[in-house]
C-alpha cells in the first residue's frame, strides 16, 4: 500500500511552476514567514480540535484532499477568469451591460494585479493591496477610484472566486463583507438632482436657445426631464412608440449597447406626455428620417456619452448644478413626490421593478399620473401660455 506523504510545505513568494510540481507533501501558499507561523498556527489548532473530537480521520481526509488539487490549485487567476468569462458569462442570461462590465473589469483592473497569482495566494491582505493601489492609481477622469467604483471592481473578483470555491480550487472564497469600502459622502450625494427651481431654468434656456438652434438636442433633453426614463429607453424610442391621440410615449424597449432588449423591469408600460410636448414630439418624428425617434448625430443609437456632453452644456448655459442623463431621472422622481404623488404612481411613471400594479388598473394609473404630469409641466410655463411652435420651422421629410 503506498504511504502518503502528508508533511507541510509552506511555498513563500514566487516559485516557478516547474520547481511547484516537485514540491512534496501538502503545499501551503504564503506571502512571508509571518504568514507561515499563521496558518501553521491554524494548522495545529484545528488538528488539535479534531483529535478532541475524535475526527482525525477527517482531518487527514481533507489534507489529502488538498494534497490531489494541489496542481489544479496553481492555476493563475487569469487562466480561471478567462474559463470563468467562456462558461458563466459570455452567452448567459445576464443582460449585455453586465457581460461588458465583467469583461472590461477583468481586462482593464483584476488581470493587471491579480493575473499571475495562483488561486490559493489571493488572501485579504492581496485584496487590501489592490485596493490600495486603485484608491491612488490615475485615470481618465482624475486620480483615484471611488469606493463605488472599487466595489464594482471587488464584486467581479468575488463572483469568479465564489466559482473557484464551487470548484475545490480554493479552500474559501478571500472576498469577505469586510472588504467592501464605504462610499465617500459628500454634500452633492444627497442631492443627485435638480431643485425645482433648476428645473425651471433648464426648461428655459432649452425653450430659448436651443429649440430653434439646436432641435435634436432640445428634444431629446426634454424628453428625458419630462419622463424621467433610462437613457437606455431613450435611444431604443421609434417613432411608433408615440401615440398622438393618447398622448403617450410607448416605453417597451431598451438599448444599454447594442442588444435591443425589453425595459429593465421586464415589463412594456405607456408614459404620460404633457399635449403640448406631445404635438412637439409628433412635429419632430416628421422632420426626420429612420425609425428612430432620437437618431444620434451620424444617424444611429443615440450614444450615452453624447447625450451626457449636451446635459453638461445645458447645465453650464440655464446656470444650474451639473448633472448627468440619469439625474434628470432622479430629477422627475423627486418633482413627482414633491407634487404629491405616491410612491406607487412614482414606480409606475418610471418604470421600477418594485411596482406591484395589475393589467386591469393600468387605464387608472394612466389618468391619475397624467394629472402630476400636466401639473409639473405647467409649473415650467410663463404665466400666458407658450405656443408649442418652436419646431415648426422644420420642414417634413418628403
Same mark, same amino acid.
Given at each position: ?74 492555476? @493563475? ?12 458569462? @459570455? ?43 486603485? #484608491? /491612488?492609481?490615475?485615470?481618465? +477622469?482624475?486620480? /483615484? ?71 435634436? #438636442? ?9 419622463? /424621467? ?79 451626457? #456632453?449636451?446635459? @453638461? ?22 418633482? +413627482? ?17 418594485? @411596482? ?43
Amino acid at each position: 500500500m503506498p504511504t502518503i506523504d502528508r508533511s507541510l510545505c509552506f511555498v513563500v513568494g514566487d516559485v516557478p511552476q516547474a520547481e511547484r510540481r516537485r514540491l512534496r507533501g501538502v503545499v501551503f501558499e504564503a506571502m512571508d514567514d509571518v504568514e507561515v507561523a499563521d496558518k501553521l498556527a491554524t494548522l495545529h489548532r484545528v488538528a488539535r480540535d479534531a483529535a478532541q473530537r475524535g475526527e482525525v480521520r477527517q482531518f487527514l481526509e481533507a489534507l489529502d484532499r488538498r494534497d490531489q488539487r494541489t496542481g489544479e490549485a496553481s492555476r @493563475t487567476f487569469a487562466n480561471f477568469a478567462e474559463e470563468w468569462l467562456r462558461t458563466c458569462v @459570455t452567452g448567459s442570461d445576464l443582460r449585455e451591460r453586465q457581460v461588458m462590465s465583467d469583461e472590461t473589469i477583468l481586462a482593464l483592473h483584476l488581470n493587471p494585479f491579480f493575473g499571475k497569482m495562483h488561486l490559493n495566494e489571493i488572501g485579504a491582505r492581496q485584496i487590501d493591496q489592490f485596493k490600495k493601489l486603485k #484608491r /491612488g492609481q490615475k485615470h481618465q +477622469y482624475g486620480l /483615484g477610484y471611488s469606493a463605488h467604483s472599487i466595489n464594482n471592481f471587488l464584486s467581479v473578483l468575488r463572483r469568479v472566486l465564489v466559482k473557484a470555491e464551487e470548484y475545490r480550487l480554493v479552500d474559501r472564497n478571500p472576498v469577505l463583507p469586510s472588504a467592501w469600502m464605504s462610499r465617500e459622502r459628500t454634500p452633492e450625494d444627497g442631492r443627485p438632482s435638480w431643485t425645482r427651481e433648476e428645473v425651471a431654468r433648464a426648461v428655459t434656456c432649452l425653450r430659448e436657445q436651443w429649440s430653434a438652434s439646436e432641435p435634436s #438636442r432640445y428634444v431629446a433633453l426634454m424628453t428625458q426631464i419630462v419622463t /424621467g426614463i433610462r437613457f437606455s429607453e431613450l435611444r431604443a424610442l421609434q417613432k411608433d412608440d408615440l401615440d398622438l391621440a393618447a398622448s403617450l410615449l410607448l416605453v417597451r424597449r431598451s438599448m444599454a449597447h447594442r442588444a435591443v432588449s425589453t425595459p429593465k423591469n421586464k415589463k412594456a408600460r405607456a408614459q404620460p406626455l404633457p399635449r403640448e410636448f406631445a404635438e412637439e414630439l409628433h412635429r419632430w418624428r416628421l422632420s426626420t428620417e429612420g425609425q428612430l425617434l432620437f437618431p444620434g448625430p451620424t444617424g444611429g443609437p443615440l450614444a450615452n456619452n453624447t447625450l451626457n #456632453r449636451w446635459f @453638461t452644456q445645458l447645465c453650464t448655459e440655464a446656470k444650474v448644478r451639473r448633472i448627468s442623463s440619469h439625474g434628470a431621472r432622479h430629477t422627475a422622481g423627486s418633482d +413627482y413626490a414633491a407634487l404629491g404623488a405616491s410612491m406607487k404612481f412614482i414606480g409606475s411613471l418610471l418604470g421600477h421593478a418594485d @411596482t406591484q400594479a395589475t393589467e386591469r388598473y393600468t387605464h387608472v394609473q394612466t389618468g391619475a399620473t397624467a394629472h402630476f404630469v400636466d401639473t409639473r409641466w405647467a409649473s415650467w410655463s410663463s404665466p400666458q401660455r407658450r405656443d408649442a411652435t418652436e419646431l415648426d420651422d422644420v420642414r417634413p421629410c418628403p
